[in-house]
């Protein structure tokens, strides 16, 4: 039983020359939050500075977001990077505090001549930016004011994206609503590693909804635009953190466990965003516990009718689980797990910088259930990647020699070719990242880039990964 899982697949990749299709999206994905750094646009304050300033020591190395990746100050020279790491696209976000510094009033003048300078470099390098509207980062007024689990946040965002609609139409492949709206859910309400560091499901639960309809809402006000736009296939979508989750047997205990488990972790977001329709069985279970979040008709009504045209796909780790065995207490806020408990499967290869589980048939299975389930809605790996500490032991003749990063890279692409051959609509890859950046409350600690970053000099310098990465996009694929 420790061994079975019913749900795999082996499935036999050949060794041979893995050809993408033409026009696939190579590139990477980084935040405003985690890589802008300060600037001098006048740029408000973030639940970041509230919580660094709150507990600086929770940040590893007490080092805040003052700085970070400076690609405020460094945009022309670090798209020059991407072009010689082989983007083709890329991912960043635009700061809501940056454009609005309160969340709301009037929109920077500075701010969007930054933004549209940055993208304009980037249209005119061949690269197609793709944004991001909400990257965990919300303005520190938003914030005092309940942050997501505020309705009235919910219309200052709206008026954020449709200001970014207008400003920034013309230079914009695709756009996003949000990056992983589990995040502050999960971070602020369950687990204590984001702010406003509560526990609380039912709060939690509220602003889940509230995302939820704050996409619907900016899809909405996208659709007026887009009628006049001039690329009538750049589109708006959403982008979903996904683990595939598998049970630890096929004992019904344990594949009703995992059921539970995908339907509070996947399902709960992807139907929304793709369906516009909620599981009924999530329903049900918090129904049963009373934990619905308050809402109206016409917010069932704008969700149902503003679905995303386009997916991006994070896939880290998929989830395992098994029926609990140990008592829960009921007056325990962390209510999904009263339904299951993780599963460490033994034997499995795992990162021991970051904790999780590498396993690359997942981003296979998690593609052929957006083919199966979802309509095979057009969709793009939008993160993947590989943190690792202190990555200076790798460094020879001044280049990170990250062969172990090539070899995540390759094997997670042999397994996303795989799910293109057989039928699924994946239109690209986005590694997570770029040029080393800023991680949340682990700060620096581990390096995800293509390309280094010396924290004392900002000196940048190709990886031997970021050499890979430039062949792999030169090629349009690679010699598994
Ligand atoms: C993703 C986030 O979930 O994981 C990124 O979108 C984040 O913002 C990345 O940086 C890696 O996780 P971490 O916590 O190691 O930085």
Redesign the pocket.
């Known amino acids: 039983i420790e061994a079975f899982n019913d749900r795999e697949r082996v499935i036999k990749l050949k060794p041979e020359f893995l050809s993408f299709p033409k026009g696939f999206w190579w590139g990477s994905a980084w ?1 405003a939050e ?1 890589a802008e750094g300060r600037g001098n646009t006048g740029k408000g304050r973030t639940q970041w500075d509230m919580s660094w300033d709150a507990h600086p020591n929770r940040f590893y190395q007490g080092v805040n977001t003052d700085v970070t990746t400076d690609f405020f100050n460094r945009y022309v020279e670090d798209i020059r990077l991407m072009k010689q790491t082989g983007h083709n696209s890329f991912r960043l976000s635009i700061s809501w505090a940056r454009m609005f510094p309160s969340g709301d009033g009037d929109v920077s003048a500075e701010a969007v001549t930054f933004y549209r300078a940055m993208l304009s470099e980037m249209v005119a390098q061949g690269i197609k930016p793709f944004a991001n509207l909400y ?1 965990f980062d919300m303005s520190e007024e938003m914030m005092k004011q309940g942050g997501w689990e505020n309705r009235a946040v919910v219309d200052a965002y709206v008026n954020f994206c449709d200001t970014c609609f207008r400003e920034f139409g013309d230079l914009v492949f695709h756009r996003f609503t949000f ?2 709206p589990l995040g502050p859910v999960l971070g602020g309400y369950m687990e204590d590693f984001h702010y406003p560091n509560v526990i609380d499901f039912k709060r939690g639960v509220q602003v889940g909804f509230n995302t939820l309809l704050a996409s619907a809402l900016a899809i909405k006000a996208f659709k007026q635009h887009q009628t006049s736009h001039k690329n009538r296939n750049s589109k708006i979508g959403i982008i979903l ?1 996904l683990s595939p989750t598998y049970p630890r047997s096929e004992n019904l205990l344990d594949v009703e466990a995992a059921e539970y488990a995908d339907l509070f972790y996947n399902r709960s977001f992807l139907d929304p965003s793709v369906k516009g329709t909620f599981p009924v069985k999530l329903v049900e279970t918090l129904r049963l516990h009373d934990l619905m979040p308050s809402y109206s008709e016409q917010d069932l009504c704008d969700i149902r009718e503003n679905t995303v045209q386009i997916l991006g796909l ?1 896939y ?1 780790e998929p989830r395992r689980v098994k029926a609990r065995t140990h008592a829960v207490n009921p007056r325990s806020p962390f209510m999904p797990e009263w339904y299951f408990e993780s599963y460490v499967m033994p034997g499995r290869k795992f990162n021991p910088h ?1 904790g999780w589980e590498i396993y690359e048939q997942g981003i296979y299975d998690l593609c052929i259930d957006i083919r199966d389930n979802y309509g095979n809605i057009e969709s793009f790996i939008s ?1 993947s990647g590989m ?1 690792v500490a202190n990555e200076e032991r790798f460094m020879c003749d001044g280049q990170v020699q990250d062969d172990y990063r090539i070899g995540f890279i390759q094997n997670h692409l042999a397994y996303l070719h795989q799910a293109i051959t057989d039928g699924c609509n994946i239109r690209g890859y986005h590694l ?1 990242t770029f040029i080393d950046c800023w ?2 409350i ?1 700060a620096y600690k ?1 390096r ?1 880039g293509l390309v280094s970053l010396d924290l004392d000099t900002q000196q940048r310098t190709i990886k031997k990964s970021g050499e890979f990465y430039q062949a792999l996009s030169r090629d349009n694929g690679f010699r598994f």
Request: proline share 0%.
């Open positions: 935040s985690q990257h990056n992983e953190n994070n880290y970051r993160e943190g997570w991680s949340w682990n581990n995800y």
